[in-house]
């Protein structure tokens, strides 16, 4: 009986690690104007964008960025800098929540830096073989004209491919009972 509360207040595991209720809905209030009534498709959305941003940290910490001395430095001024305005010491879980969120959001960028954003940018050739392979898509405009936009889709296209491999590569369960419960909260 214990364990099935427990399971019944993730919302999803991620790689065999929950995430709880708590964290889930302290993020999708944070990102959406304190907003706490959702409805089930908006928090399943929202859930959705959430394990892809897990999967992120996952990787990163396979890739072994969490050990990166400068990323530790980073997080430790963080931390004590948020320790020194003494105002999350009165709410422990929120303070959790904080540096969870802090650490894996510098993660989540350093990993992202690496696996999309660099790529996009170092490969003249590659960017321009996608336009010439979705020129239907800039109104058959010369490269230079919609660099912009082709390396922004490129990097979504990289990204929907890191994400697609990461989800084959790791499991996600995604507690739906739970979340139809939090939207009717």
Do not use: C
């Not at 105002?87 to 350093?110: A, D, H, P, W």
């Not at 590659?126 to 912009?148: C, I």
């Amino acid at each position: 009986m214990v364990n099935f509360i427990a399971i019944a207040q993730n919302v999803a595991t991620v790689n065999g690690k929950p995430i709880s209720s708590k964290e889930f809905m302290w993020v999708y209030k944070k990102n959406h104007a304190g907003v706490s009534n959702a409805s089930y498709s908006d928090l399943y959305s929202y859930l959705n964008l959430y394990v892809n941003f897990k999967l992120k940290v996952i990787d990163a910490r396979s890739m072994g960025l969490d050990m990166d001395t400068t990323y530790k430095a980073e997080i430790s001024g963080y931390e004590n800098a948020l320790k020194s305005q003494k105002k999350t010491s009165q709410k422990k879980m929120e303070y959790s929540f904080i540096m969870n969120e802090y650490r894996e959001g510098v993660l989540m960028f350093n990993v992202s830096e690496k696996k999309i954003w660099s790529k996009a940018w170092d490969s003249e050739n590659d960017l321009r073989v996608f336009h010439r392979e979705n020129a239907s898509n800039y109104s058959n405009k010369d490269f230079e004209e919609v660099r912009g936009q082709v390396i922004s889709d490129y990097q979504q296209k990289l990204e929907n491919e890191w994400i697609k491999l990461l989800r084959t590569k790791y499991t996600v369960k995604v507690n739906e009972d739970e979340l139809r419960h939090l939207a009717k909260l």
